[in-house]
């Protein structure tokens, strides 16, 4: 695998004690592009040259509210921790998204480890809805395995009707998501070091959920003129 630098918290903080883990970061916002699973059977047919590259990505704003603005201040604060850590090392410089003026977040997982770093992988099958036609299990072998760390969860947060009980999670098919929906991502940040030498900063996925498929990119941007989206995204998913 690539020399990689990764952002790692302890167990227990406040304790400064127990096992340091890689760090999680949750987002939520509105999908404004995605290059989701199913890769479905066409007439191009995809090559083994591209297994390195082939993914899965989805795109997701604030529009315009001040949580997205906060969220990508303090990645250019990790950013600037990056920095620090590799100290001569080239940094590529990281910018946020936009989607129709609005600052945005992107996540992406690859669906394959390749050449020597599948070396002494552990493959796993693909997920359910992520692979019908397989079209990806024919590209595996010969150098190409589907691992953990290339599995993205699908789920979708089901509202309880009491207040008092917690939301429950059930796994969705990818086909599913949409642009416009209301999600929440889980996504890793590390340093990557390129062929050239130098380092990017890439945001890996891990999990996407579905909180709300009712309002279209469209209606929202018509909700947020109107001054109600911060309304629907503060009282009902506590943004």
């Not at 591209?50 to 997701?60: E, F, K, N, S, T």
């Not at 380092?199 to 109107?226: E, M």
């Not at 109600?228 to 998913?237: E, F, S």
Request: charged letters at 25%; glycine letters at 8%.
């Amino acid at each position: 695998m690539p020399r990689t630098h990764r952002i790692v918290v302890l167990d227990d903080v406040p304790e400064r004690k127990g096992f340091y883990h890689e760090a999680l970061f949750r987002l939520q916002g509105v999908i404004y592009e995605r290059e989701l699973p199913p890769l479905k059977e066409t007439r191009t047919r995809i090559r083994l040259s591209d297994a390195p590259y082939l993914r899965q990505h989805v795109g997701i704003t604030g529009l315009g509210l001040a949580y997205m603005t906060d969220a990508v201040d303090n990645i250019h604060r990790l950013y600037a921790k990056f920095e620090r850590t590799l100290q001569s090392q080239d940094l590529h410089p990281w910018a946020a998204d936009q989607s129709s003026g609005y600052n945005g977040i992107s996540a992406n997982c690859r669906y394959f480890t390749v050449g020597k770093n599948a070396s002494g992988r552990q493959p796993i099958p693909f997920q359910d809805g992520v692979d019908p036609d397989g079209v990806l299990r024919r590209m595996l072998g010969n150098g190409i395995v589907h691992t953990e760390e290339n599995t993205v969860l699908y789920m979708k947060a089901n509202k309880p009707d009491l207040p008092n009980l917690k939301w429950r999670y059930q796994d969705i098919n990818p086909a599913n998501f949409s642009i416009g929906d209301i999600v929440e991502i889980q996504f890793t940040i590390m340093a990557v070091r390129q062929k050239q030498g130098d380092y990017k900063i890439i945001f890996v996925l891990k999990s996407l959920t579905l909180l709300d498929d009712s309002i279209s990119l469209v209606s929202a941007l018509k909700i947020l003129r109107q001054g109600m989206l911060k309304l629907i995204l503060h009282g009902v998913y506590g943004w």
